[in-house]
């Protein structure tokens, strides 16, 4: 089975989040299961900067964009995995950045992607790799079947190729303004209701969800929400409309770079069993943020998200004096919106001797804060897979979630009579429902039996992509088919 894959984020080259883990893991997990995959990224500076070995393919592919010869380079990594090629074309892509500065989104993301997209479907020919199937993530891929519906509906190259979007977060649409369609050489029929318009402007995820073959998002859970005009994003009828097309696969996790047995950025390392090194994480962790050595018996929660009103932080930010009252302490490692941003730093001077806060993305912090803290804090108001939680429990950190999405498909309340259950969840996106749940966990936390059968059931949760791969080869096989 041949795979290709357009995403605009993959490990260890770029990553501004979830995407990224399965933009690198699921090729790498297909590979291994006997699938020949490829995988197309834009070459960001940041690409380059890591210095990763590339190959040059091709100098120049030329291709007709808006009815002009246009160029890019082909390059191809040599970092082992699965094989993973970049299209370099420095005026688009060679900038701090993947898709913007803290000043917010580049002006001219709508041409970036859909150069990246149509470059990367001619470097398909280029490299005579016609894949069974095309899989497209988010907006920034699923442009491409635009393409495929239109300049190159006849070419025999593409004829038949089976095609695969997958949604990561529906809330992320690609929505431009109208005169994009000509800048990025679509034909104006393509603005319509049953196109790609979308309440008067243009939205590149509509070219996956009207065209693709198949879809698919990241949990079974948020594979339903998304068909309610809660969670649709405006979206919801159209995706009702695909219903039967719509698959629902949980992410994974690699745990050959996430296991705290093997860890090599966390200070100690540990193992079910063998739980001596997470207290010393728990330690160094406190120390780090400047919280007192005291609080090492207190049980202390960890976040690590995108500072974005998705991931419920004004929830967190409400909370924060009921929680310390509880005898908790918190860390919060995250970047993005400045309001966010502001919110929390006020909080930290307020609680400076309860809080920590590092306002960075930086994985090898975020690795230590999954080792170190007790409790793993999610309260997203959507979250259509979440990985943290997966991590977190690897870690025997404990989430506590909201159910909702993936969250909700991968977290089980723990029951401490029968013993069973990895983490603790709350339904309402409100403050006592969040401190309930904190409070479920604090009860638990307090007597080690307890304490120690959850984590135990959270070291033992086996989200490996080994599975998810299976059902995407399934799905990937069914499309061949048809
Ligand atoms: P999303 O894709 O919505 O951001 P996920 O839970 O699917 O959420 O994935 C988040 C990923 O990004 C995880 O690998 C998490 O560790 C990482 N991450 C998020 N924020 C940071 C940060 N500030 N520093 C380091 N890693 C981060």
Redesign the pocket.
């Given at each position: 089975m041949k795979i290709a894959f357009f995403v605009s984020e993959a490990i260890p080259y770029a990553?501004t989040?979830?995407?990224a883990?399965v933009g690198g893991a699921l090729p790498h997990a297909l590979a291994k299961s006997g699938a020949d995959v490829k995988v197309f990224l834009p070459l960001y500076r940041e690409v380059r900067q890591k210095g990763i070995p590339l190959l040059k393919k091709a100098d120049r592919v030329t291709f007709a964009w808006r009815g002009q010869p246009e160029t890019f380079a082909l390059w191809e990594s040599l970092e082992g995995g699965a094989s993973v090629y970049f299209i370099d074309k420095p005026a688009l892509y060679d900038r701090d950045g993947l898709y913007g500065t803290p000043a917010g989104d580049f002006p001219d993301n709508g041409p970036r992607f859909a150069f990246f997209s149509r470059a990367a479907l001619e470097a398909l020919r280029t490299l005579e790799f016609a894949p069974d199937v095309l899989h497209v993530h988010d907006w920034q891929a699923a442009i491409a079947l635009a393409y495929l519906k239109t300049e190159l509906a006849d070419d025999p190259f593409f004829r038949g190729m089976r095609t695969l979007a997958t949604i990561?977060?529906l809330a992320y649409q690609g929505l431009f303004e109208k005169g994009v369609l000509e800048e990025i050489g679509l034909p104006e029929s393509l603005y319509g209701l049953d196109g790609l318009e979308y309440f008067g402007k243009v939205n590149f995820l509509k070219a996956g969800i009207l065209y693709a073959t198949a879809l698919s998002t990241v949990s079974q859970r948020y594979s339903l929400e998304i068909q309610t005009p809660e969670f649709g994003c405006g979206l919801d009828g159209l995706l009702r409309r695909r219903s039967e097309s719509l698959a629902g696969i949980l992410?994974g996790v690699d745990y050959a770079s996430w296991d705290p047995s093997s860890d090599r950025d966390i200070p100690a390392s540990y193992a079910p069993g063998r739980l001596q090194g997470k207290a010393v994480c728990k330690q160094a962790l406190l120390g780090e943020f400047g919280l007192p050595a005291e609080g090492k018996d207190l049980p202390l929660i960890g976040m690590?998200?995108?500072l974005a009103g998705?991931k419920g932080l004004d929830l967190v930010v409400d909370a924060l004096g009921s929680l310390f009252t509880l005898g908790v302490r918190l860390v919060i490692?995250?970047?993005g919106e400045a309001a966010i941003h502001q919110a929390l730093e006020k909080a930290r001077r307020r609680f400076p001797s309860f809080f920590g806060l590092k306002i960075?993305?930086?994985?090898k912090?975020?690795r230590r804060i999954y080792a170190g803290s007790d409790l793993f804090l999610i309260p997203s108001r959507y979250?259509p897979?979440?990985?943290?939680q997966m991590?977190s429990l690897k870690y025997g950190t404990i989430p506590v979630v909201r159910a909702t999405g993936g969250l909700d498909d991968s977290i089980e309340e723990f029951d401490p009579v029968k013993g069973s259950g990895n983490g603790f969840k709350f339904g309402d996106y409100a403050l006592s429902a969040l401190i309930a749940a904190v409070k479920r966990a604090g009860r638990v936390y307090e007597r080690p039996e307890g304490w120690a059968n959850i984590r135990a059931n959270a070291m033992a949760c086996d989200f490996s992509w080994a599975r998810a791969a299976q059902e995407y080869a399934l799905l990937y096989a069914d499309l061949a088919r048809r």
């Open positions: 990553k989040g979830g995407l883990d990561h977060n992410n690590v998200t995108r998705q490692l995250g970047t960075a993305f930086d994985e912090l975020a979250e897979c979440g990985l943290t991590y």
